[in-house]
């Protein structure tokens, strides 16, 4: 069976999945190449001023083109500037009515899917260094971000987002500026696989009706966040020849706030700024991704992480780095239907609308080939149960949660 889709012109939405799925196995291959590690005579000891950032999506990857300034404003901390690019389809739902009114609809005309392309600039300026990891230990960051989406159905039926009064039903360009004020010291040992240290990120994103965010699509909003991450050593082994390489507690906590007269519907669903990630549902794993998308969402993940001896070929390169964890998730959520004055019940409206849920459960991951990670996370509802109803669900992902 087959279903269009409109751009330029018509395409097939099946060979669209199959172009993008194309593209994304030609990047793996692509991206794995200078991952590979290189004989040690290869390697210069002098720090690389321009590096590539790969991060990958499901069906999908983005990319920073980094470089460090030599003549910076600053002789003490570095100035980097950055080209960022990436596109990504994946399928989403709308747990919404046709009115824009939040819903737990349990049929399945609230999923959709949706292909997105994005762009940016920015320059990240030092404030502090760290001398340890050489690398800025605060920073101050500006960045131009541009996003282009689509949003078409793979289905029979429409989803219910396409009869809906929402001006971003079909897709949107948005245009947004964001300021970070960012803490990293952080320390990752590529031999053991421990991770230990302190971040803490304080950014606002703006994207505002005159920026050219009402040519396809309306937005008119601004977000602001705050989030930190701590990572706790608890072992590490003496040698690299011992099973058990290491073991640490992480956590992961932040609050997200968005308003405005026109919210998008991916900065609504979205959680964070510099990097957004799926929202409440999502963040609390094991419930339906990007779902509980209230103005306000604040999030608590603890992990302990278990990490194995590294896989290596004979010519001793890092195949693959497995390790398993286990994790507790809860979330907060609130102003689903926006912010009613006259109907606030004294605490000014933060959690009108709202609720809270959380989770418990499992995962194992592995490293590959230093291009990324695979992860498989078994979830178990607390508090809040799934569309489906089920007691128990099985994610997999690309990366670690954070």
């Not at 607390?382 to 690309?398: C, E, F, K, P």
Request: charged residues 25%; hydrophobic residues 40%; negative net charge.
């Amino acid at each position: 069976m087959s279903f269009s889709l409109s751009f330029s012109g018509r395409f097939s939405a099946n060979r669209l999945l199959r172009l993008s799925r194309l593209f994304f196995y030609i990047i793996i291959i692509l991206t794995a190449v200078p991952a590979w590690p290189l004989p040690k005579e290869f390697i210069s000891a002098e720090r690389d001023n321009f590096y590539i950032e790969r991060h990958l999506r499901f069906w999908g990857m983005d990319f920073d083109f980094c470089r460090i300034l030599e003549n910076g404003i600053s002789d003490k901390t570095d100035t980097i500037l950055s080209l960022s690019a990436g596109s990504a389809v994946r399928e989403l739902g709308y747990y919404r009515d046709s009115s824009d009114l939040y819903s737990d609809s349990g049929s399945a005309d609230y999923l959709y899917t949706r292909f997105n392309t994005n762009w940016g600039a920015g320059i990240e300026q030092g404030l502090l260094w760290n001398s340890s990891s050489e690398k800025n230990l605060l920073s101050l960051r500006l960045k131009y971000r541009g996003l282009r989406e689509w949003n078409f159905n793979l289905a029979q039926q429409d989803s219910i987002i396409f009869d809906s009064l929402r001006p971003d039903r079909d897709g949107i360009l948005l245009n947004t500026f964001i300021a970070a004020l960012v803490y990293d010291d952080v320390f990752f040992n590529n031999e053991s696989g421990l991770k230990e240290g302190y971040y803490a990120e304080f950014a606002l994103e703006s994207g505002p009706k005159w920026f050219l965010n009402d040519v396809t699509g309306e937005s008119d909003f601004i977000k602001y966040f705050a989030g930190a991450k701590a990572f706790i050593p608890f072992y590490e082994a003496g040698t690299n020849q011992d099973f058990l390489q290491a073991v640490y507690l992480s956590e992961y906590a932040g609050i997200d706030f968005v308003k405005g007269d026109l919210i998008p519907l991916t900065a609504r669903q979205t959680y964070g700024v510099l990097r957004p990630k799926n929202g409440t549902g999502g963040m609390v794993r094991g419930f339906e991704s990007r779902r509980y998308d209230g103005e306000i969402k604040a999030i608590n993940n603890i992990e302990l992480r278990f990490i194995m001896r590294q896989i290596k070929d004979k010519a001793g390169r890092k195949m693959l780095r497995p390790g398993f964890l286990a994790f507790l998730d809860y979330g907060i959520f609130g102003r689903l239907d926006g912010y009613d004055e006259s109907s606030s019940d004294g605490d000014g409206g933060w959690l009108e609308d709202g609720g809270e849920i959380s989770s418990a459960g499992l995962g194992l991951f592995s490293e590959v080939l230093s291009v990324g990670t695979a992860t498989m996370y078994v979830c178990f509802p607390l508090a809040g149960s799934r569309i489906d109803g089920r007691a128990m669900s099985v994610t997999l992902t690309y990366g670690l949660h954070f």
